[in-house]
Nanobody, 125 residues
Framework: QLQASGGGLVQAGDSLRLSCVAS????????MGWFRQAPGKEREFVGA????????YVDSSVKGRFTISRDNSKNEAYLQMNVLKPEDTAVYYC????????????????????WGQGTQVTVSS
């Protein structure tokens, strides 16, 4: 399963680094995605990274502020969030796309599974 962590309460302009730790499964061969769900809204795609870490895609809403990385030796993925805004407030989830090694622009939730508990990120203005 996957467990996201690293969230918290921060001020606008601050940074946070979220971690996604996999246990009981190996994620090194697959695309890893990050999603978020704000209160009262549907879950949305933040971005993803290909199996090797050589290709990263992030949504236009966070481009230039967020980036994704991974350490396959640790079976982990990360979401670095800079210049946080109040609209980034959400529960953040990581998930694995078990049938994809490439194409990190895949935003279809049906391509992802092993959704773990998310981590809350709250950005105050």
């Amino acid at each position: 399963q996957l467990q996201a962590s690293g969230g918290g309460l921060v001020q606008a302009g601050d940074s946070l680094r979220l971690s996604c730790v996999a246990s009981g499964l190996t994620i090194s061969n697959y695309v890893m995605g990050w999603f978020r769900q704000a209160p009262g809204k549907e879950r949305e795609f933040v971005g993803a990274i290909n199996w090797s870490g050589s290709d990263v895609y992030v949504d236009s809403s966070v481009k230039g502020r967020f980036t994704i990385s991974r350490d396959n030796s640790k079976n982990e993925a990360y979401l670095q969030m800079n210049v946080l805004k109040p609209e980034d407030t959400a529960v953040y989830y990581c998930a694995v796309a078990p049938f994809l090694r490439a194409n990190p622009s895949t935003a279809d939730e049906n391509q992802y599974n092993n959704w773990g508990q998310g981590t809350q990120v709250t950005v105050s203005s």
